[in-house]
Nanobody
Framework: QVQLVESGGGLVQAGGSLRLSCAAS????????????MGWFRRAPGKEREFVAA????????YYADSVKGRFTLSRDNAKSTVYLQMSSLKPEDTAVYYC??????????????????WGQGTQVTVSS
């Protein structure tokens, strides 16, 4: 099993920045971290859950949704088994609950939520105008 814990959400004004963290733990993750793809998704009120970004743990390859490209940046800390989502130039439409997810089924970055086996509890990000 893999446990994911997000942190770093909060309230920020438009144009501001936040950094979300996703700490992964569990025997499976510790032993096979390089086989995981870590993704971020978000769900805004009244909307479907949508893909935000993902990073392949093995090589650091990243992929971003068009809506956040150039504003959000993913990174990882191998020693801490933690993935970071640096969010800059935030907009009110970025307001959502952000979820971290892990996919061990393939080394290819997937944007479909159904491809991810493990999920965190979510962290609220609110951007005021």
């Amino acid at each position: 099993q893999v446990q994911l814990v997000e942190s770093g959400g909060g309230l920020v004004q438009a144009g501001g920045s936040l950094r979300l963290s996703c700490a992964a733990s569990g025997r499976t993750f510790s032993s096979y971290a390089s086989t995981y793809v870590m993704g971020w998704f978000r769900r805004a009120p009244g909307k479907e859950r949508e893909f935000v970004a993902a990073i392949a743990w093995r090589d650091g390859n990243t992929y971003y949704a068009d809506s956040v490209k150039g504003r959000f940046t993913l990174s990882r800390d191998n020693a801490k088994s933690t993935v970071y989502l640096q969010m800059s130039s935030l907009k009110p439409e970025d307001t959502a609950v952000y979820y971290c997810a892990a996919d061990q089924s393939t080394l290819v970055i997937a944007t479909a939520a159904s491809r991810y086996q493990y999920w965190g509890q979510g962290t609220q990000v609110t951007v005021s105008s």
